[in-house]
């Protein structure tokens, strides 16, 4: 069993940064690839980026990728997405998962999801 909190969300202007977190509990979080993915209003849950478990690889959305950079930190069982660039398009509550069959695009591959967090860019 794994447990997600998100945190870190916010308002910020178009062009500025923001990090959020995504906290683990249980002992095994090491043992799962990790993924962030994104819903705006009206929208699908879309994926964002993923990060195998021992952070050697990492996959990215073609919408994203230059702009945002996912890192974790297993002694802290905590994974990170750094936001730079950030554009209006970018606003949509953010949600980390976990996955046990490593990197995956598809929300139905991830067992464990956090509660999300909002993210605002402003323009």
């Known amino acids: 069993q794994v447990q997600l909190v998100e945190s870190g969300g916010g308002l910020v202007q178009a062009g500025g940064s923001l990090r959020v977190s995504c906290a683990a509990s249980?002992?095994?979080?090491?043992?799962?690839?990790m993924g962030w993915f994104r819903q705006a209003p009206g929208k699908e849950r879309e994926f964002v980026v993923a990060i195998s478990w021992s952070g050697g690889t990492t996959y990215y959305a073609d919408s994203v990728k230059g702009r945002f950079t996912i890192s974790r930190d297993n002694a802290k069982n905590t994974v990170y997405l750094q936001m730079n660039s950030l554009k209006p398009e970018d606003t949509a509550v953010y949600y980390c998962?976990?996955?046990?069959?490593?990197?995956?695009?598809?929300?139905?591959?991830?067992?464990?999801w956090g509660q999300g967090t909002q993210v605002t860019v402003s323009s």
């Open positions: 998962a976990a996955s046990y069959g490593g990197i995956r695009t598809r929300a139905g591959d991830y067992e464990y």
């Open positions: 249980g002992r095994t979080f090491s043992s799962y690839a």
